[in-house]
């Protein structure tokens, strides 16, 4: 049963609409296989953190190879459509209000500079252009605007995403109807520590986001940060909200916190390369038919680190030179590992992937 669905070879969310674009039912694979957890413990996430290394990485790559070409890797390019003053409080975060970061604040680009960023991406290799606005959460207006976005990116052939903060069930839909393929919200860290970086918003808050998103459709892109001062049982946990999610999302961006003076986790204990690799190989044992993005914190990482976070089963990344405010490794740093690697990057266009979208 398993292997015949795999070999359907379509989208395990996607949302099958009519002829006329009537949206009929959410065709969940996941939920027809066997294979798909969704109800982990944090002593069964933990025990994978603390097994010896190689066979950590035996099994994740191992798992890895049931659902991917391990040889391919999906490239998205973000872009910071309104940069900073944002209301929220997020401690690791260089947008926010609260702290004083030196940030070029600017409102809602146009749309040229947006089509401009987003043909750049293409041509630079990248799948997905990913746009992100640093609100609380958008009004209908703004949603109204990064909707006419959304449909002039997807007229260049890119997949979009967009992270705009909390989503009401009528703004996602607003989104899914312009043509969304992705929607960015990341849980950032466990519901245990979340409270100490986060207090202007809920756990809870972000659940019904993630909800709302699903809700319309849209593909989930939800992950966290590690290395800001958290235990790995709080690594443990973020992974194991993210596995026991109703659907796992089908992007899972592992970021590594990137420092920026003025925030208060600049001075925050970081954690190894090792621990990385490790957080990224549970993450793929626990959601194994998701992408998963090695994300923020690859320009402080030595090829030695992103080679292990590839054969841990990472698939995605941030091509660029620019992440939203902070520097990204250039392209022909990228280029020249994936050669090193022998590493390609996955091609929606020509591949049949087997999590590419049909929306
Ligand atoms: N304001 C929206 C929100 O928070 O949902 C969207 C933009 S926000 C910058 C998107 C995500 O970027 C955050 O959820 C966080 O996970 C990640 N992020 C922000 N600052 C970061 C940093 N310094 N290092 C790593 N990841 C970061
Ligand atoms: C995600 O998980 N990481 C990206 C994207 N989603 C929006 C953002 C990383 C931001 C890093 C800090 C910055 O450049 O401002
Ligand atoms: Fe605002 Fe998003 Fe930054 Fe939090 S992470 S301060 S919500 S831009």
Known sequence: ??????????????????KSGVRRFPFRIDQLTSSLRHDWQKAEVLALFERPFNDLMYEAQS????????NKVQLSTLLSIKTGGCPEDCKYCPQSVHFDTGLDVHGLLPIEDVVQ????????GASRFCMGAAWRSPTERQVEQVAELVR???????ETCVTLGMLSDDKAQCLADAG?????????????????????RTYQDRLDTLAAVRDAGINVCCGGIVGMGESREDRAGLLQQ??????HPESVPINMLVRVEGTPLNESAAISNIEFVRT???SRILMPRSFVRLSAGRKDMSDEAQALCYLAGANSIFCGERLLTTPN???????LLFDQLGIEPLDIATEEAPFRAVL
């Open 280 to 282: 990224v190989c549970v």
């Open 242 to 247: 993210l596995a026991n999610l109703p659907q």
């Open 180 to 200: 969304l393929a992705y929607y960015n919200h990341n849980l950032d860290t466990s519901p245990e520590y979340y409270g100490d970086i986060i207090t202007t």
């Open 1 to 18: 049963m398993t292997a015949r669905i795999a070999e359907l070879n379509v989208y395990p969310v996607a949302t099958l609409r009519d």
């Open 329 to 335: 490794p250039e392209n022909e740093e990228d280029r």
């Open 63 to 70: 798992v890895h190879r049931e659902h991917f070409d391990p």
């Open 152 to 158: 002039a990116v997807n007229d260049e052939g890119l």
């Open 117 to 124: 960023a987003a043909r750049n991406a293409r041509a630079d």
